[in-house]
């Protein structure tokens, strides 16, 4: 059965601070890691990696997938409050399944 | 607005009822996800359709719940007799997936169900 663990489960930083979130997976026929942003209603797209060891990024947001180790991780640098969410992982296969951790919550206190 | 759109967005009802959901997805994708989400979790799948065809339903989902997208557009998810356990945000997504690539999954806002 295919599994996507994220950790921690939860975090309270400060302003200013950098975050890191890990995300290991187990996926049968792996084709992509995706990252998504939770605030209170739906999860928005923030990206997909497919390619092992290349850093995706958006602003203070980075991304990086490890298809050897099975785990990508997500960086926000200079956090601020607006940051403050549920971020989601996902692994999707070739039959277009996708499969999601349960979520780490970032809260960024001012 | 071409995003993803469900209906209602809020449903409270009472045990023993039944309920209908429905999903509107953006235009070109031909997938369509259904989730259930609750406080503390990630979202949990249902069920997803490829056009018309049902692909796979969750081993988890009971035979409560049915899933149509009968002219490979709008979806709906019934759930027939609800329990309290039912009480969840249901997330519909959709996508654009072919031989090689899958798009990321565009999530709806979402239907609140409470089961009082």
């Known amino acids: 059965e295919d599994k996507v663990v994220q950790s921690p489960l939860s975090l309270v930083v400060h302003e200013g601070d950098t975050v890191t979130l890990n995300c290991s997976y187990e996926?049968?026929?792996?084709?992509?890691l995706l990252w998504y942003k939770q605030e209170k209603k739906a999860p928005t797209f923030l990206f997909m990696l497919?390619?092992?060891?290349i850093e995706k990024k958006s602003g203070r947001l980075s991304s990086i997938l490890d298809k050897k180790e099975l785990f990508s991780i997500l960086n926000i640098t200079a956090t601020q409050t607006g940051d403050s969410a549920i971020y989601l992982c996902?692994?999707?296969?070739?039959?277009?399944?996708?499969?999601f951790g349960a979520g780490t919550q970032v809260v960024v206190t001012p | 607005d071409t995003g993803v759109s469900q209906d209602p967005r809020h449903k409270i009802t009472k045990r023993g009822q039944n309920v209908t959901f429905r999903c509107d997805p953006i235009?070109?994708?031909?997938?369509l996800y259904w989730y259930r989400q609750t406080l503390g979790q990630g979202p949990e799948f249902l069920t997803y359709?490829?056009?018309?065809?049902?692909?796979?339903k969750s081993r988890l989902l009971s035979d409560r719940f049915s899933a149509e997208r009968p002219k490979g557009s709008f979806s709906t998810l019934e759930i027939q007799r609800t329990e309290q356990g039912d009480s969840a945000m249901y997330l519909c997504?959709?996508?654009?997936?072919?031989?090689?690539?899958?798009?990321?999954?565009?999530f709806g806002n979402g239907t609140r169900l409470t089961v009082t």
């Open positions: 997504a959709s996508s654009l997936t072919g031989a090689a690539y899958n798009s990321p999954l565009h």
């Open positions: 996926v049968t026929n792996f084709r992509s």
């Open positions: 497919t390619s092992s060891g």
């Open positions: 996902a692994g999707t296969d070739s039959w277009g399944k996708f499969q």
């Open positions: 235009s070109e994708h031909n997938r």
């Open positions: 359709f490829q056009n018309e065809a049902q692909l796979e």
